[in-house]
């Protein structure tokens, strides 16, 4: 780039791509869960969009929906947060049963 107006527009450009391109890709089947009563964090993933949808309606029915996405979800795993160690554990039943369904 030869004058700072050149590099100017060319930062206008990069920011104008990045901020407008099209959101593509599958979405992620993960999400990222805080656990109040241990203060530890963990990560889940599911098997299909199916079973990621029945695990958000979990937890909504528990109480507990997301509480944010943190980016369009194909780049980043939504955010929910349990208050005890008995939420983290009933989640973690409701996804077994769900793979003895499926049959894994």
Same mark, same amino acid.
């Given at each position: 780039m030869e004058t700072p107006e050149? =590099? !100017?527009a060319f930062g206008r450009f990069i920011w104008d791509v990045e901020t407008h391109?099209? !959101?593509?890709g599958p979405p992620r089947l993960d999400m990222d869960i805080y656990v109040q009563e241990i203060?530890?964090?963990a990560n889940i993933t599911?098997?299909?969009e199916e079973e990621?949808?029945?695990? $958000? $309606? /979990?937890? =909504?029915?528990?109480g507990e929906p =997301? @509480? /944010?996405?943190?980016? =369009?979800r194909y780049e980043k795993p939504e955010f929910f947060f @349990?208050?005890?160690?008995?939420?983290?554990?009933? @989640?973690?039943n409701y996804k077994k049963e769900l793979e003895k369904k499926r049959g894994s």
């Open positions: 050149q =590099a !100017r391109r099209p !959101r593509i203060g530890g964090q599911w098997a299909n990621y949808q029945l695990g $958000k $309606k /979990f937890m =909504a029915d528990m =997301a @509480l /944010f996405l943190r980016g =369009a @349990l208050e005890s160690r008995q939420e983290y554990h009933a @989640l973690l």
